[in-house]
């Protein structure tokens, strides 16, 4: 099926009445690519107009909880010019036509739902609006600057005569979309940077939503793995027939490193798989062990790796600065800060639904990456791209996980083998012991620092994994050489010379993109550190980072807020202590002000207040919630997040040995959202980053202990 045809089936397949209007300049073939956006380059995307006025927009953008759709929603509807109640979202077919134009593909993933679409979508959306008004103007013999829009309508300002947007849409659709056209000023937005309530909320609330888990079709089995333990290993053998004698087990199905059971449903296939004892051969597999991979991560850090040069410098440019202000140093100081695995840990374990036939494939994916899904699938199916069909479902959580293909070829693969559709579904343990998960690292931060305890130059010497070895079928290889460029940064807003270096260890663990990625670690580490260099220097914290941030910059004046807000120069309660860390990354500045007492390594947490300037927000609602979710996300892996592992297996399980934040321990947040000039940032992964060092340096003010190890729990520290 090639992608042409898929265009035109998708839009014979919307709906009886239903007008189609192509918004910008969809590409022809799959072989093209998307180039990055530049000034002036519209969406490649669809919208229609049905006959009763709905408007569809069909979005490149999975919803994993983060409504991203509802934001791009708004866009549409605020610059179209109609009515909200109007808008529907629809899952785009998988081409080209619908790439994400700042990642070149179909994919949800970096903070760039809505930072790297807002601008596009706001001029395509402006263009169908001025072709709407040209079709109004053709109709009644006027000027099209004496036609207007309002709520859906074109106004004839001559004599007031109205047409909907479901009239005109036949006529429109046949027009060139214009090049250049205006965009509504910001005194008739309707929607932009406006409280709008979730798309996506009513079907949740009433169960009708459907999940990746929620897919029925008729025939359809269920299916459930177990993969070797140790990572590496592959499967030698099974004997089939203890998992067949249970009742409603169709099959047992054989992979490169699994075994599947086929069965008429989850609980039957679950205790068909538990009757099994596979073969494996491990004599590949990882043999790698906490301890010992410690150990290696130091040693590491402590010798240093490839120096990361950014663009437009040289090796010889960075070497240089870093040396020549670290020669001014009348002091030096120096400090490890270490991080362990983590898993994502989404609510909805990995699933997928395939349906395999002689000449294509068709899957149900609750997905963050459907080209490359398709991609991966076509190829293990032998396949041509064009043959695989991806339907997107809402997903329950993703973090990053779901960028991975893995369980969509396993369950390709099953379908293909038994014929008939099946919907399979890894078991909570399985998820656990089967993640890619985010890099342990280990960080070694130097400073020299002049008379007055200040820095005069940073080295950062990072050690872990590279994600771009295991992550997304080695698509992103190319960023881990030289350098493992996702172990470095982000820390560009201190006007400080700063030489990063990276040494991959590797262990055998699939490592991949988690929430926040390098900020995890990095932020973690260069945040602590700060606030160290702050006390050897008798500064108070905040004032020692201010003096670093560069003059009336966006940072300076997030941390100034914070400051505010918090009323951090006010003594607080009695037997309550502050901590205080910042980030800049994907576009956005985040200021945390942590509040907690500690007694006896019971820790509460009382307040934090955050200050975020995201540049433009399109619903300051929704940025609320994604903060308030990144602090919830970011509290659970700071005290408890730990993966360990022990002859290359993973031993946590399940969320009694992986536990996450509850309700009650949940501190009370107040999320300020700052106004600003500057263009959309992202809001979905920057919270993270800097959560666990304002929390580790306020537990410095309460017990006068550094916390340099991840997660707190080491310290024999726990929430109350």
């Known amino acids: 099926m090639s992608a042409q045809y898929e265009r035109r089936a998708f839009l014979k397949n919307i709906g009886t009445g239903a007008l189609v209007l192509a918004v910008g300049q969809p590409l022809a073939a799959d072989t093209q690519k998307v180039k990055p956006a530049h000034h002036n380059t519209p969406i490649n995307g669809w919208l229609s107009i049905a006959s009763d006025g709905a408007v569809t927009l069909y979005s490149n953008t999975t919803e994993i909880g983060q409504g991203t759709g509802t934001a791009l929603a708004q866009i549409l509807a605020n610059e179209l010019d109609l009515d909200w109640r109007l808008v529907k979202l629809q899952m785009a077919p998988v081409s080209p036509a619908f790439f994400n134009p700042a990642m070149e593909e179909y994919a949800t993933f970096g903070s760039l739902g809505v930072s790297a679409q807002l601008a596009p979508l706001r001029l395509a959306a402006a263009q169908a609006r001025v072709m709407l008004l040209a079709a109004a103007a053709a109709d009644w013999s006027l000027d099209i600057g004496q036609c207007d829009t309002e709520a859906g309508y074109a106004i004839n300002r001559v004599d007031a005569r109205r047409s909907s947007f479901a009239q005109l849409a036949a006529v429109a659709s046949k027009l060139t979309p214009p090049a250049k056209v205006p965009l509504l000023p910001k005194e008739r937005w309707r929607f932009l940077g406006k409280d709008i309530a979730r798309l996506d909320l009513p079907s949740k609330v009433d169960g009708s939503a459907q999940f990746g888990v929620d897919v029925q079709l008729p025939g359809l089995l269920v299916a459930t793995v177990i993969q070797s333990p140790r990572f590496g290993g592959r499967l030698l053998d099974v004997d089939a027939s203890p998992a067949l004698a249970v009742k409603g087990v169709r099959q047992v199905v054989k992979l490169h490193n699994a075994v599947a059971v086929v069965a008429d449903g989850y609980w039957a296939a679950r205790m068909g798989l538990a009757a099994l004892v596979p073969r494996w051969d491990t004599s590949q597999a990882s043999q790698a062990d906490t301890a010992g991979y410690a150990k290696a991560l130091l040693a590491g850090a402590q010798s240093g790796g490839g120096v990361y040069v950014r663009r437009n410098a040289t090796l010889e440019d960075v070497q240089q600065a870093y040396a020549q202000a670290s020669s001014q140093a009348s002091k030096r100081h120096q400090a490890f800060y270490t991080v362990p695995f983590l898993s994502h840990a989404t609510m909805e374990p990995m699933n997928a639904t395939a349906m395999v036939g002689l000449e294509g494939a068709t899957l149900w994916l609750p997905t963050q990456s459907q080209s490359l899904a398709r991609e991966v699938v076509a190829k293990a199916l032998g396949l041509d791209p064009g043959n695989v069909v991806i339907n997107t479902t809402l997903a329950g959580g993703g973090f990053g996980r779901r960028i991975e293909s893995d369980f969509a070829v396993q369950a390709a693969l099953i379908a293909q083998q038994v014929g008939k559709p099946v919907k399979l579904i890894w078991s909570r343990e399985e998820d656990m012991r089967h993640d890619y998960y985010r890099p342990a690292a280990a960080i070694q931060l130097q400073a020299s620092l002049d008379a007055q305890g200040l820095p005069l130059a940073l080295r950062f010497d990072v050690a872990s994994e590279a994600i771009a070895a295991y992550s997304r079928e080695g698509l992103d290889a190319a960023r881990a050489l030289p350098v493992n460029t996702a172990a470095i940064g982000p820390d560009r807003h201190y006007d400080v010379p700063i030489l990063h270096t990276a040494k991959t260890v590797d262990a055998g663990v699939p490592v991949g993109y988690w929430r926040s990625v390098r900020a995890s670690h990095n932020t ?197």
Request: charged residues 20%; contains cysteine; proline residues 4%.
């Open 524 to 720: 973690f580490a260069l945040e602590s550190f700060l606030d160290e260099l702050a006390v050897l220097a008798g500064v108070d914290g905040v004032e020692y980072k201010r003096r670093l941030l560069v003059d009336g910059g966006r940072e300076q004046r997030a941390l100034d807020r914070a400051v505010e807000l918090s009323a951090w120069h006010t003594q607080p309660a009695q037997g309550r202590h502050r901590g205080m860390a910042l980030i800049h990354a994907n576009g956005t500045v985040v200021v945390h002000v942590v509040e907690l007492s500690e007694e006896a390594g019971a820790v509460k947490l009382h307040r934090i207040t955050t200050v975020v300037d995201c540049g433009f927000a399109v619903n300051p609602r929704n940025v609320r919630a994604q903060i308030e979710g990144g602090i919830a996300f970011g509290l659970s892996a700071a005290f408890y997040g730990e993966i360990t592992v022990h002859n290359g297996a993973v031993q946590q399980s399940n969320f009694h040995d992986y536990p996450l934040l509850t309700l009650a321990q949940m501190p009370t947040v107040t999320v300020e959202i700052l106004d600003s000039d500057a263009p959309a940032g992202g809001v979905g992964e920057e919270a993270v980053g800097p959560l666990a060092p304002a929390v580790a340096n306020a537990l410095f003010a309460a017990t006068g202990k550094r916390m340099r190890d991840l997660p707190f729990s080491k310290a024999g520290l726990s929430l109350t």
